[in-house]
């Protein structure tokens, strides 16, 4: 398998009450910091399909549920990837891709490249989140939520 020159992250959330929406973010075995679900693409992947699996291998989230591409993007420069010798010399930066997936009722199972995880309201998962991209992608999800213009 070939890492193909892209990133994604996976935001969970669930509606735990009418008006009450939690995020399931994940903590790093390797650092100390939590983040949502990510990944890069694998070979010939689309975004989405590299987002399932991620989501999969990651969260045990199941790869039928819907996905929903935010707008939010980001660049991460390719030295943080140790695949990045294997890409093009004039690739210097790639796109990190968001998604949104309802887990309600799902059992997250981790992996082992995550030591926990917790479900948390927009507020406390705002303040836990190491990456500014994760808060970014965050806020718009939640907007979209409490707007109702997610599914637009």
């Known amino acids: ?11 969970p959330y669930g509606r735990v009450a009418e008006d009450k929406i939690e995020f399931a973010i994940f903590h790093r075995s390797d650092a100390r ?6 990944g890069g693409g694998e070979d010939e992947e689309t975004l989405e399909q590299a987002a399932k699996r991620e989501a999969w291998e990651e969260g045990g989230i199941p790869t039928h549920l ?6 939010t993007e980001a660049t991460v420069p390719v030295y943080h990837f ?3 010798l ?18 309600t009722g799902v059992q997250l199972v981790i992996s082992t490249e995550h030591s926990e995880f917790v479900w948390l309201d927009y507020e406390n998962a705002l303040e836990k989140l190491k990456w500014d991209s994760n808060k ?3 806020w ?13």
């Open 66 to 71: 819907r996905y929903h591409l935010l707008q």
């Open 33 to 38: 910091f939590w983040q949502f679900i990510s």
């Open 86 to 103: 294997l890409w093009p010399p004039n690739i210097y930066v790639i796109r990190e891709h968001s998604f949104a997936v309802d887990c």
């Open 82 to 84: 140790a695949d990045h």
């Open 140 to 152: 718009e999800l939640n907007f979209r939520l409490n707007q109702n213009t997610l599914f637009l």
């Open 1 to 11: 398998m070939a890492r193909a020159p892209f990133q994604v992250i996976v935001l």
């Open 136 to 138: 970014t992608a965050l």
